[in-house]
């Protein structure tokens, strides 16, 4: 029987570790995002090398509920469950150490994506040591450049989710712009650097204040260009599991479980999906500055995507601290530096919809609702604000 705490908030990786190797079954309920999907594959891996059962489940509004009898059950960045792996920085950091109290080495490249996808620096603390580990088993150099999953530069400019362009969605133009820049399809650094030189100039022409720290996620990434990596860099995988949890989570899952050709296309697949609808929504949104509050309304209501897109309308377009995107049946807020935006949220969704549903921190909130008035909506989100 496990010995894990009824509920155990923001759990560290002791306590990970402690609870898993006691627990006969484990569920792990993550967030729609990068960064938890890589550390529940971490955390499944290391499960599965010590032959205990396990389940992995990725939802935009996850709604973990502690294990019935004997199951644990782990919420990443998602309160509710019998523990909580928040992470701090990332929770593939946390998870990678819980891995390694279990006696398993995780994989450092797919919890460095992780790291990378919560937009935190590969080269210190923690994720220096798994950039090591990393370096020990392949070749990992970083170089000039964009970050991308695929060796296809066209690609990697038109399905970024990292940064948004007027190439952004649209692969034809992504082309057109290489060629204008006489970039060749196998590029040398002189050619990677004017790249990156002329992304850097086009991300942030018209966007707010922070597109300009927003493009370096994008820039010289950390290349791995070793065919069994499966992967061209590691931003670029973490990109990938980002979309891929918000696109398609089980195909998320799978990706972050095991290795495997037919699931990284089906995954590659998911984020050119997400990041061409995207792109779309953020360019065709309807926006309204408040005090606070940067408002965008989209088609369609998926929670998912809704917090890429809000992601990128803080990041490039936002003058307001606090971006609330919302779609039809579906919301999806962040901040910068904020705080109450899971309460902010519930008090929204109240508003509308009695049975709705949301889950999220200070920092970042999703939703689901039916129907309802968006004005009142927006209006009881900004009030619990």
């Given amino acids: 029987m496990s010995t894990a705490p009824a509920t155990v908030e923001d ?53 973990p509920v502690p294990g019935a009898a004997d199951d644990l059950v782990v919420g990443i960045r998602a309160s509710g469950g019998d523990l909580t792996l928040a992470g701090g920085e990332s ?44 370096r020990e088993r392949t070749t990992v150099d970083r170089r000039s450049g964009v970050a991308s999953p695929t060796a296809d530069l066209a690609d990697g400019l038109a399905h970024s989710t990292l940064i948004h362009a007027p190439v952004s969605g649209d692969p034809e133009a992504a082309r057109a712009a290489l060629s204008d820049l006489d970039v060749p399809s196998e590029p040398a650094d002189e050619d990677r650097r004017r790249l990156a030189s002329w992304l850097s100039i086009e991300a942030t022409a018209r966007g707010s204040a922070r597109a300009a720290e927003t493009v370096e996620r994008a820039l010289r990434p950390h290349a791995t260009p070793d065919p069994d990596v499966g992967f061209a860099t590691v931003e670029g995988v973490g990109d990938v599991l980002d979309a891929v949890a918000r696109e398609r989570p089980g195909t998320g899952v799978a990706l972050a479980i095991r290795d495997d050709e037919a699931v990284r296309t089906a995954a590659l697949d998911a984020w050119r999906r997400h990041a061409r609808a995207v792109h779309d929504a953020l360019a065709g ?44 049946g579906g919301a999806a807020a962040v901040g910068v530096d904020a705080d109450g935006l899971g309460r902010a949220m519930r008090a929204a969704v109240r508003a509308v919809d009695a049975d709705g549903t949301s889950a999220g921190d200070g920092r970042r909130a999703t939703a689901r609702f039916e129907g309802g008035d968006v004005s009142r909506f927006i209006t009881a989100f900004r009030e619990a604000l």
């Fill in 285 to 328: 949104a309807t926006t309204g500055r408040y005090d606070g509050v940067f408002v965008a309304r989209v088609d369609g209501g998926d929670p998912g995507r809704l917090g890429t897109v809000a992601r990128l309308c803080r990041d490039v377009r936002s003058p307001e601290p606090v971006v609330l995107v919302v779609g039809d």
């Fill in 91 to 134: 929770a593939s950091l946390t998870a990678a150490v819980a891995a390694r109290e279990l006696g398993v080495d995780p994989d450092p490249i797919l919890a460095l994506a992780g790291v990378a996808a919560a937009d935190r620096p590969l080269d210190t603390g923690g994720a220096a040591t798994l950039l090591d580990a990393a």
């Fill in 11 to 63: 759990a560290d990786a002791g306590e990970v570790a402690a609870a898993l190797s006691d627990a006969p079954f484990v569920r792990v309920v993550a967030a729609a995002d990068g960064d938890s999907l890589a550390a529940s594959g971490v955390l499944a891996r290391a499960l599965r090398d010590c032959s205990i059962p396990f389940q992995v489940r990725v939802d935009p509004v996850p709604d």
